[in-house]
């Protein structure tokens, strides 16, 4: 069974400044996907960030990108610029690949979450 | 706002009783997820739906069951709740089943606390 560890309960970072949230997986999988989720105090999931662990190159949006090291396992994300509206809990999210066998591959499996604070 | 509307958004019961969540799925998405988010489980993947269809099974328990109407809304139905079935429970949809890596859209939550 693939496992998702995200191993830093919180972190905070100062406005405008950048700050890395860890993730690691585990999987013998070759084809699969890595998603970041953020759950702000609304609690409603939003995507922040996808990757395609076929594609070498780290996925970018804005503000966020990722370091993939299909070999080590990691899947980090790095916010640049922080800014308040970042506070929330970060996700890190493992899906199983189209031609990966069995039915199961519409299935996230969850990191443990990390807290983002973001003073002023 | 992700186009996925769950109701209730609050559900206060008492043990042994029997709820059903719903979810509405954004226009035009044909697969239903649930997730139930626990202090102590964290987020944990439950039941897939696609098309009316049972696609995929998580660690879904007997008690809890699940299904897909032809219009796409799903519920979700708990019974026989249990103090540790108080979580969030979330419903997430998607175009199609989940192919191609294609983002799964959350709906804002149901908070059941079963008391």
């Known amino acids: 069974a693939q496992t998702v560890t995200q191993s830093q309960p919180e972190m905070s970072v100062q406005e405008a400044e950048t700050v890395t949230l860890s993730c690691t997986y585990d999987?013998?999988?070759?084809?699969?996907?890595l998603f970041w989720y953020k759950q702000p105090p609304s609690r409603q999931m939003i995507l922040v960030i996808r990757?395609?662990?076929?594609?070498?190159q780290n996925a970018t949006e804005n503000r966020f990108s990722v370091n993939f090291q299909k070999a080590a396992k990691s899947f980090s994300l790095k916010i640049s610029d922080s800014q308040l509206g970042d506070a929330a809990m970060y996700f890190c999210?493992?899906?199983?690949?189209?031609?990966?066998?069995?039915?199961?591959?519409?299935?996230?499996?969850f990191g443990q979450g990390t807290i983002l604070t973001v003073h002023p | 706002d992700s186009g996925v509307t769950q109701t209730p958004k609050h559900l206060i019961t008492a043990t042994g009783q029997r709820v059903t969540l719903r979810c509405s799925p954004r226009?035009?998405?044909?697969?239903v997820y649930w997730y139930q988010q626990s202090l102590d489980q964290g987020l944990q993947f439950l039941i897939q739906?696609?098309?009316?269809?049972?696609?995929a099974k998580g660690n879904i328990l007997e008690r809890f069951s699940a299904q897909q109407f032809p219009d796409l809304h799903s519920e979700l139905n708990l019974s026989s709740l249990e103090l540790g079935d108080s979580a969030l429970y979330f419903c997430a949809s998607s175009v199609g089943t989940s192919g191609g890596g294609e983002t799964q859209y959350f709906g804002p939550g149901t908070r059941l606390l079963v008391l």
């Open positions: 739906y696609y098309n009316g269809e049972e696609r």
């Open positions: 999987t013998s999988e070759s084809d699969y996907y």
């Open positions: 990757q395609e662990a076929y594609k070498q």
């Open positions: 999210a493992y899906r199983r690949g189209d031609y990966a066998g069995g039915t199961s591959y519409g299935k996230l499996t």
């Open positions: 226009s035009g998405d044909l697969s």
